[in-house]
């Protein structure tokens, strides 16, 4: 069993956190055994199946802010889910105040990247940052590209690095990749 004080302070990181559920970390979240769909629905989550498997997208529609409006009902995946930032914490590898040091400035990148995608005419933000990414990347210009893309990279890399427990290839994040925890 954890101690108080580490999940207190995995409760306030993750709840001034929220990229494992708000798109910026996965695309979808693909159920369990022992997830009922039945029940995720009636929470509000709209359950997707792909080859009869259940998922649902990202970001999720329970995420409030960075809150999770279902948490007691939460998916399997949810419950189980550990970032990087958190085991780190729980092996006292960093500080709390580090980990939130790593989350503000993971929140500057993503912001940036919005930035760049809303400049270029994309104000959806219902879907996966990636996805968003890889649409406006196949109709921009090449030269509004670059810049763009640097972001992207910036941020794909510092997720890797600080919140992904199995990094990603950047060059398998370009083409069309369904990526989810």
Not at 125 to 149: D, F, H, N, V
Request: charged content about 30%; glycine content about 4%; aromatic content about 6%.
């Amino acid at each position: 069993m954890l101690p108080p004080d580490f999940t207190a302070a995995a409760s306030r990181l993750c709840t001034a956190c929220g990229m494992c559920c708000n798109g910026v970390l996965f695309e979808i979240v693909r159920l369990q055994s022992g997830d009922s769909t039945r029940a995720l629905e009636s929470l509000g989550l709209k359950i997707n199946r792909k080859k009869k498997e259940p998922y649902f997208h990202q970001p999720c529609s329970a995420l409030k802010g960075c809150t999770c409006t279902v948490y007691e009902g939460r998916p399997v995946r949810c419950r189980l889910f550990e970032c990087k930032l958190l085991k780190k914490l729980a092996s006292d590898e960093i500080t709390e105040s580090e980990a939130d040091l790593v989350i503000t400035k993971t929140r500057h990148l993503v912001h940036c990247v919005e930035q760049l995608l809303s400049t270029h005419g994309d104000p959806e933000g219902a879907k996966p940052l990636i996805e968003r990414y890889r649409q406006k990347m196949e109709s921009l210009e090449s030269e509004c590209t670059l810049e763009l893309s640097a972001q992207m990279e910036a941020l794909h890399d510092f997720l890797n690095q600080h919140f992904r427990l199995e990094p990603e290839s950047w060059n398998t994040l370009k083409p069309l990749d369904r990526t989810s925890k």
